[in-house]
């Protein structure tokens, strides 16, 4: 159970003691001048920027050694030297002063701790993982900024112009609560609509962002697109996505599954059109969720059409396509330098004779090809490719649900490859590689963290 009391401190003008001068000692230094705060340092030797900062009117220094008696007189102390000793009798004796104590990364020696903040103009949010993992605290405090990195500055200044007026009208607590809170969420409102509906030329005031969600990892989406779901009323999503990135939607978003695989159809494509129209048209901010990118075999064009037709508005926010960003987190370079200079991204569900599909004889010449749906039609791409003059011997790898947690690689040549990849167990859906740039390096293994530890 975390028992910390979150409190805001007021240290402008305040004496704050550092006692250390190496790296993190100058991140204390630098935030608490950020502040305003009146720092003096004790250390031996400094970092070039606290050398710098030295000259500073804010700022003291003393170049020697801790003493006792060095905290007396001081709001708060931080510690950060190499000398466990040394943290625990500057703990004690600010203890016995009852003088706020943080001894960096020794959560014993600490009698309070450091958020991680997320600050933009007046607003400021502090996260605490009660010491237990700071860097958690990061990643969640960076969630929040892309939430309330754009726009709440300006609205809360808004507020606070309006707040001493509440004040004055009204002489109950209760009373100026209920008023405020009204004004609050009338103002979100009119933030929420002014970026479509102020600016917008379109006839209707909802609109349609077309995201890419990336290769499968939930963290690889784009800031702007997490911060698109973050604020959507309705997402329309596909078999790709992780349902992860769902979890980051408003409790009263409403979610629609239109996803399609290649070996079978869920929904229609005009059936996914009318649902964006439709939720469009009826003032929603809509998000069309797709795995990759929207305009890398994933219809976006479509839809973009579609969309327009009808007089909607669209945003568009790129993500990682599979044929890229899996490779890629492999550590396959998809062009190198003497080994392929050229590279084609293809598709592997048009593979018949009709006038429009895939020229596989032009293909097998590129250096490096990527097929995206093709795991089914694999004997008859690995046909076409030799057929055409592509060498027997041309290494592959094929990759099931990349950059995910049941992610399985799977190696072979053209030769080899139909064989091997028999032996997957697995529905998830993958891509192909061809090309020497396969064996340019070794497949990277994706460890969990309790094989890192052994």
């Given at each position: 159970m975390n028992t910390?009391?979150?409190i805001?401190?007021?240290v ?7 006692i250390?001068?190496g790296?993190?000692?100058e ?11 009146t ?9 070039t920027r606290?050398?710098t ?6 700022i003291?220094v003393?170049?020697r050694?801790?003493?006792?008696g060095?905290?007396?007189g ?6 950060s030297t ?9 703990f004690?004796e600010a203890i016995?002063?009852n003088?706020p104590?943080?001894?960096v990364d ?9 958020a991680?903040?997320?600050r933009n103009?007046?607003l400021?949010?502090a996260?605490s993982t009660?010491?237990?993992?700071p ?8 969630r929040?900024?892309?939430e309330?990195?754009?726009?709440y500055?300006?609205?809360?200044d808004?507020?606070g ?26 103002e979100l409102?009119?933030?929420?609509l002014?970026r479509?509906?102020?600016t917008?030329t ?8 077309l995201?890419?969600a990336?290769p ?9 697109g997490?911060?698109a779901?973050q604020?959507?009323?309705v997402?329309a999503y ?7 990135l769902?979890?980051s ?8 599954f ?11 494509q ?9 939720r469009a ?6 998000v069309?969720?797709k795995?990759?990118d929207?305009?890398?075999f994933?219809?976006?064009g479509?839809e ?15 993500g990682?396509?599979?044929?890229i960003?899996?490779p ?11 080994i392929a ?5 293809v598709?592997?569900s048009?593979i ?5 599909s895939v020229d596989w ?8 090809i ?5 795991i089914k ?8 490719l030799?057929n055409?003059g592509?060498?027997n ?8 649900g ?6 399985i ?7 080899t490859?139909v ?6 167990k697995?529905?998830a859906p ?6 020497d740039?396969?064996d340019?390096f ?7 963290a309790k094989?890192?530890?052994?």
């Amino acid at each position: 159970m975390n028992t910390l009391y979150p409190i805001f401190l007021k240290v402008e003008q305040k004496p704050v003691l550092v006692i250390g001068g190496g790296k993190i000692a100058e991140q204390k230094v630098s935030g608490l001048l950020e502040v305003n705060a009146t720092v003096t340092v004790i250390a031996p030797k400094l970092t070039t920027r606290l050398e710098t900062l030295s000259g500073a009117g804010n700022i003291f220094v003393q170049k020697r050694e801790y003493r006792r008696g060095d905290v007396e007189g001081f709001t708060l102390v931080f510690a950060s030297t190499n000398n466990p000793a040394v943290h625990k009798e500057i703990f004690d004796e600010a203890i016995s002063q009852n003088i706020p104590v943080n001894v960096v990364d020794v959560p014993d020696l600490c009698n309070f701790y450091l958020a991680s903040v997320f600050r933009n103009g007046d607003l400021k949010v502090a996260v605490s993982t009660n010491g237990k993992s700071p860097t958690l605290g990061k990643i969640i405090r960076d969630r929040i900024a892309a939430e309330f990195g754009k726009g709440y500055p300006e609205l809360l200044d808004t507020l606070g112009d309006i707040r001493p007026y509440v004040h004055s009208a009204y002489a109950k607590t209760e009373k100026r609560k209920e008023v405020l809170e009204r004004i609050v969420d009338e103002e979100l409102k009119k933030k929420l609509l002014s970026r479509s509906a102020l600016t917008s030329t379109h006839p209707y005031s909802g609109k349609v962002i077309l995201v890419g969600a990336g290769p499968g990892d939930p963290d690889l989406i784009s800031v702007k697109g997490l911060h698109a779901i973050q604020q959507a009323d309705v997402i329309a999503y596909d078999a790709l996505v992780s349902p992860d990135l769902l979890l980051s939607a408003r409790p009263e978003c409403e979610n629609i599954f239109v996803g399609k695989r290649s070996n079978g159809h869920f929904a229609l494509q005009e059936e996914i059109n009318g649902v964006l129209i439709s939720r469009a048209k009826a003032g929603k901010n809509v998000v069309r969720l797709k795995g990759g990118d929207p305009f890398v075999f994933g219809r976006g064009g479509e839809e973009l059409l579609a969309l327009r037709e009808e007089g909607v508005e669209v945003e568009i926010i790129p993500g990682i396509t599979a044929g890229i960003g899996i490779p890629s987190s492999l550590g396959i370079p998809l062009t190198h330098r003497g080994i392929a200079s050229n590279v084609v991204l293809v598709t592997g569900s048009e593979i018949s004779d009709k006038e429009n599909s895939v020229d596989w004889s032009n293909i097998s010449a590129i250096d490096t090809i990527v097929v995206y749906m093709g795991i089914k039609k694999l004997p008859e791409i690995v046909t076409k490719l030799t057929n055409s003059g592509r060498n027997n011997e041309a290494p592959v790898a094929v990759i099931f649900g990349g950059t995910t947690t049941d992610q399985i690689v799977i190696k072979g040549t053209l030769s080899t490859i139909v064989e091997n990849v028999q032996t997957a167990k697995t529905d998830a859906p993958g891509i192909i590689i061809i090309g020497d740039v396969v064996d340019a390096f070794s497949v990277q293994k994706k460890f969990d963290a309790k094989e890192l530890l052994q």
